[in-house]
């Protein structure tokens, strides 16, 4: 007889957690959004008590990108329902036959232009403050904020950044640099809010109404342009530019197709729209070649498939034979 232990409800809930929040793209979606969330509130309310625009910023950027994220989530469960049940039936699916891959480089771009919009809005802001004089602050308040945030930041970058490993989620990826982005900022906040600490009731302390709009100009010229590349693309995607690396490879295989089969030539479409990979080959064959069953048309498209590879269920694949060049362009 075996005697297996009970789970304990700690173990149990801990096991859940795991499962279905940091193994899947749409768990840790949700939970990035909870600790974001949670962030925002309290920087914004720290903010106000200590004065500092950094910190109320700090927060004001987590709303934004918890916004984003929120949208981030709403796509990953359009597609992963997509790819998982597609013979299902629906009114979405009606309307959206080819799938919502579409829609993530939208949503990509978008977070990207609106942190670099925030960022720009908050530089202007710290270098009219600085022409101002500077402001106030509350150290002691803005120190804890930082240490609480910073620790955060720094859990959620790492946790996040294990996750993907094998989820391999471009929503995650860039969440999991939004971390450390804020993980980063935040560290240069403390820093300087440690150094006005400092300084108090010395002769340095005329510089302290200037750190706050000092440090909100340095982190917010030093992350505008780091969502640009996500911007890029994000354009890319939109504009179905075909990434060099598949174009070489689908191509690699059509041609050896020809090569084995006789075909007379082929016509390629290449586009990578999100995580997905959308494919289009059509092969052009001899007029008056000798019939052959569907199964074995059937098997040719297995094998090419099999050799331009990246199977999954974000791979849209069309082979398609034909003795008519004008049905291939």
Known sequence: MTYTRPTTPRESMRQRFQGSSMQTEQGVLRASIMVTLLISAFGITFGILSGSFSIAFDGIYALVDASMSVLALIVANLIASYTSSRAAAGPLRARFSTGFWHLEPIVLGLNGVLLVAVSVYALVNAIGSLLAGGHALEFDFAIVYAVVTLAACTAMAMLETKANRS????????????????????????????????????????????????VLALVCAVIIPLPVSNIRQALTDILLVAPDDLTAHVHEVAKGVLKDYGFLSYRAYIAKVGRAKQVELYFIVPTGLPPRRVEEWDAIRDRIGDAIGHESPDRWLTIAFTADPAWAD
Not at 178 to 204: D, E, H, K, P
């Open 167 to 214: 989820i391999k989620s471009d929503f995650v990826a860039l969440d999991a640099k939004a971390w450390i982005m804020s993980g980063g900022i935040t560290a240069a906040l403390l820093v300087a809010f440690c150094g006005g600490y400092l300084v108090q009731g010395t002769r340095l302390e005329w510089i302290s109404p200037y750190i706050d709009p000092a």
